[in-house]
């Protein structure tokens, strides 16, 4: 079992950027396919962009040539680059490893609003 640990949210304009961290404890994440999972308020948790141990990386279509998935095997920690973030994109945001029952993380509130 790996404890995964989100930070990086916050509350930020229409248009603005912020990067999301997922470090990995007691256990490595490397070789595993990854995921970015968010939640708003109301609705089913989705995926939102994933990437395969060899780096291959995939993406909600409405997330597509704005937010870029990336992972630092060294520091066991995996990366959500946010830009041009909309209001619709406001959510709990989560990673865990694909395909594994890993208990969910505490995530972290990002928050676009004016």
């Known amino acids: 079992q790996v404890r995964l640990v989100e930070s990086g949210g916050g509350l930020v304009q229409p248009g603005g950027s912020l990067r999301l961290s997922c470090a990995g404890f007691g256990s490595s994440l490397n070789n595993y396919a990854m995921g970015w999972y968010r939640q708003a308020p109301g609705k089913q948790r989705e995926l939102v962009a994933s990437i395969t141990g060899g780096g291959q990386k995939d993406y909600l279509d409405s997330v597509k040539g704005r937010f870029t998935i990336s992972r630092d095997n060294a520091l066991n920690t995996l990366y959500l680059q946010m830009n041009s973030l909309k209001p619709e994109d406001t959510a709990v945001y989560y990673c865990?490893?694909?395909?594994?029952?890993?208990?969910w993380g505490q995530g972290t509130q990002v928050t676009v609003s004016a």
């Open positions: 865990r490893r694909r395909y594994s029952s890993d208990d």
